[in-house]
């Protein structure tokens, strides 16, 4: 079988394609995180008006159709649309900008529901030990860390398997947006269901791969008591 | 040096649930040295007069005062609770991590942090996650995490309630050094002998007001009530 | 985590910059194969990496007149027009062309495999009331096939369910027809090329009409001066040139030719 062949043999192509997978997930990951762990402690340990709607509006976000986000990416980055001088659309950066705003409502939204639930636990403490509203933020954000990386991985996990986004701002050019995901779309559009097959076993193996790795190197921490 | 942040006044004080009424009107004046016990029946409002002294509950009603501005006041304050939390951490790394918070170095942080566990007496467990103590072990973590920043005054909420005998007098061995030391220690209790032990002062409560306050030498030689009379001879009162 | 994401940044080959010219083709095109033969060619010749869009004419020309890329391969000559009259290209240049099919089921229930002619056969279709599955999505081939709908006098908004609008590539629209063994007009490229053809058979094929002329679009640098007018008129050189004419008219998929380059110098 082809697809079988590709991964056997370690094809070139495959493995540039898988990697730049990895590449705009992971960064958009990375960004997402250091973006919607913060914001979600903040809104977690702060009390002002709005704050429930504010939460609900994330929470919704969270449900964005990334179809929809693809087009809005789209609109901004032509050449046409308003960051249209940057040039950004079609390649990388484009599609790890239309990820970051899938994955940011998920991984702060999850990241909230965690750390109001260590922060009512903690909240006499670090009361009593007078820390300012950043200390209570890194504190939560540390001790919350297990609990937080699955809201990463899953973060992870919406991003390297979606495809309407950024098959839209990427537009899956050979060599320079063709990530896992869109080839997968080609090679159906193609009709080579074996070769999208194949891919697809390579993305959910990648996605199992990084899953396993990073709870391993959790668990380097022992115990599941922490 | 330090600016003291005592004497601590407290006048005409309440602490109220929506309608119910948790503490009050409390009057009362922490200065000088010494321990003071506060003692009473179960829901009298120990645990409410030493969160209200802590800041940790406003008074809906009344005033409450330091010597210093309430923020600087907080800063000299310690407080074990009557159920610890525990952190995600291990146990050296929960008593150092006031000091973190103060900017201490890591390094001077977990050497003066694994000086005052063995001062507990959880020397051997300084590695283990906080999580896994047991209750007493717990007790004895949140003294020396109250304890490490070296307060002006110290609240305990029944610290030795969990504590067995040999524990219960290596810590009223550790509170008489941190008196003598000149930190004043505000100590809720059930624990009469312990009481007798210890206190400079005595508080009692009854049904969230201030019963009979005055030197413990006197409280305990005979109550000026019949309800502090009875709370001593172990009966039920309220 | 960040010493992984700069190892993974590190693996990837940096994006020349330089001499980079973005193409927006359409699917057929590409299906056909014939742009992994063309494109190393033209990076050799010219020292242009052309970066190809996949995508349907209609967007293909959106994407132009977006500036989004810089010259634009298609077909479908009445919308090529209208690009070239509002001025978002300066010109259009005929480059080759290839030629639609019919396809549908084996048996061919509407007996098209005997029509006189592109028209005929979808007449015939219409009469015999056997599913006709249509791109409907505005592309060159959907052009093509309203074109051939209303040449045989017929217009499909009438013709019920059994007209099946779906609104995809070809690919995807061709997917949709071997799952539903129904009729359907596609290039000859797609199909040669298609993996999952079912039950489903090349039916007819031949009339001029079914022709399919593919054109070169620069996309005007007056209205988007980002444009490397040079490249693209390098580019356009090298495929009205001899050496895309032999390899256009050489290539050969499952031993058929395909295109026959007809760019006039
Ligand atoms: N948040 C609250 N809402 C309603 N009632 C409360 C609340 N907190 C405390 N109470 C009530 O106030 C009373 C005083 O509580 P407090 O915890 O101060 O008692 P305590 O003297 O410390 O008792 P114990 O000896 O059991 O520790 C109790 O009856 C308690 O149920
Ligand atoms: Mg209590």
Redesign the interface.
């Known amino acids: 079988m082809q697809a079988a062949w590709l991964i056997l043999t370690l094809d070139a192509e495959l493995i540039?394609i898988t990697?730049?997978s990895?590449?705009v997930t992971?960064?958009a990951v990375?960004i997402s995180a250091a973006i919607g762990l913060p914001l979600g402690a903040w809104l977690a340990v702060n009390r002002f008006a709005f704050r429930r709607h504010v939460i609900a509006v994330l929470n919704a976000l969270m449900g964005l159709p990334p179809v929809v986000v693809g087009l809005i990416v789209y609109v901004m980055l032509?050449?046409?649309?308003p960051f249209?001088v940057f040039?950004l659309?079609?390649?990388p950066t484009a599609m790890i900008i239309a990820q970051i705003i899938i994955v940011t409502p998920l991984i702060a939204s999850i990241a909230h529901q965690v750390i109001r639930d260590l922060w009512s636990?903690?909240h006499?403490?670090l009361?009593?030990?007078?820390?300012t509203k950043t200390?209570r933020i890194k504190?939560l954000l540390w001790?919350?860390r297990?609990a937080l990386l699955t809201a990463c991985l899953a973060g992870f996990g919406r991003g390297i398997g979606e495809v309407g986004a950024i098959m839209i701002v990427g537009?899956?050019?050979?060599?320079?947006t063709r990530v896992l995901t869109t080839a997968i779309a080609?090679e159906?559009?193609?009709?080579?269901?074996?070769l999208a097959l194949g891919l697809g076993f390579v993305l959910i193996g990648l996605a199992i791969a990084v899953n396993v790795l990073i709870h391993n190197l959790s668990r380097t921490e022992?115990?599941s008591?922490? | 040096m330090v600016t003291p942040i005592l004497p601590l006044r407290i006048e005409g004080a309440h602490v109220r649930r929506k309608s119910l009424r948790l503490i009050g009107p409390v009057d009362l004046e922490i200065a000088g040295t010494g321990l003071t016990i506060v003692m009473g029946p179960n829901g009298s409002g120990k645990t409410s007069l030493l969160r209200l002294m802590h800041g940790l509950e406003r008074a809906d009603e009344g005033r409450l005062e330091w010597a210093v501005p309430e923020v600087e006041a907080r800063a000299a304050q310690g407080y074990v609770f009557q159920r610890p939390t525990m952190m995600r951490r291990s146990v050296i790394d929960s008593i150092a991590y006031p000091l973190l918070l103060r900017g201490v170095s890591r390094r001077d942080a977990a050497t003066q942090a694994q000086n005052w566990a063995e001062r507990v007496g959880l020397g051997d467990a300084v590695a283990r996650p906080a999580r896994v103590l047991s209750g007493g072990e717990r007790q004895k973590l949140a003294l020396a995490r109250a304890l490490i920043r070296a307060p002006q005054i110290l609240f305990l909420d029944e610290p030795c309630a969990n504590l067995d005998g040999a524990a219960t007098r290596e810590i009223e061995a550790l509170l008489r050094d941190v008196v003598a030391g000149g930190t004043r220690v505000i100590m809720a209790t059930h624990d009469i002998g312990q009481a007798r032990r210890l206190a400079n002062e005595v508080v009692f409560l009854l049904n969230g007001h201030l019963h009979e306050t005055g030197p413990a030498d006197a409280f305990f030689a005979g109550p000026a009530t019949p309800e502090a009379a009875g709370f001593l001879g172990g009966q039920i009162v309220d | 985590m960040r010493n992984l994401a700069i190892f993974l940044f590190s693996l990837l080959p940096a994006v020349a910059m330089a001499d980079t010219l973005r193409m927006a083709v359409t699917t057929s095109f590409h299906n056909s194969g014939l742009s992994d033969i063309l494109l190393p060619a033209v990076e050799e010749d010219t020292g242009i990496t052309v970066q190809l869009l996949v995508v349907g004419t209609g967007q293909a020309l959106r994407l132009g007149r977006a500036g989004d890329v810089d010259a634009v391969l298609v077909h479908a000559r009445a919308a090529e027009e209208a690009f070239v009259g509002t001025g978002h290209a300066t010109h259009r240049r005929e480059i080759m062309y290839n030629d639609f099919v019919l396809i549908g089921p084996a048996e061919d229930p509407a007996d098209i495999a005997g029509a006189e002619s592109a028209a005929d056969a979808l007449r015939r279709i219409a009469t015999s009331g056997a599913v006709f599955v249509s791109r409907g999505d505005e592309s060159g081939t959907h052009q093509k096939e309203l074109e051939l709908w209303f040449a045989a006098g017929l217009a499909p908004d009438g013709f019920g369910p059994a007209y099946r609008s779906v609104g995809a590539g070809m690919g995807a629209t061709l997917n949709t027809a071997s799952g539903m063994n129904a009729y359907l007009l596609a290039d000859r490229a797609s199909w040669l090329n298609f993996g999952n053809k079912g039950d489903l058979a090349l039916l007819y094929a031949g009339d001029p009409a079914l022709f399919n002329q593919y054109a070169y679009l620069p996309v005007n640098p007056a209205r988007h001066p980002h444009v490397p007018a040079d490249l693209t008129e390098r580019l356009e050189n090298w495929l009205a040139g001899p050496r895309a004419k032999t390899l256009i008219d050489g290539y050969m998929l499952n031993g058929e030719p395909l295109f026959t380059h007809n760019a006039r110098n």
């Open positions: 540039e990697l730049r990895l590449q992971v960064t990375v032509s050449r046409s649309g249209g040039g659309l079609f390649t636990e903690y006499d403490l009361i009593s030990l007078n820390t200390q504190t001790d919350g297990r537009g899956n050019i050979d060599n320079v080609l159906t559009g193609k009709g080579n269901f074996a022992r115990s008591q922490w």
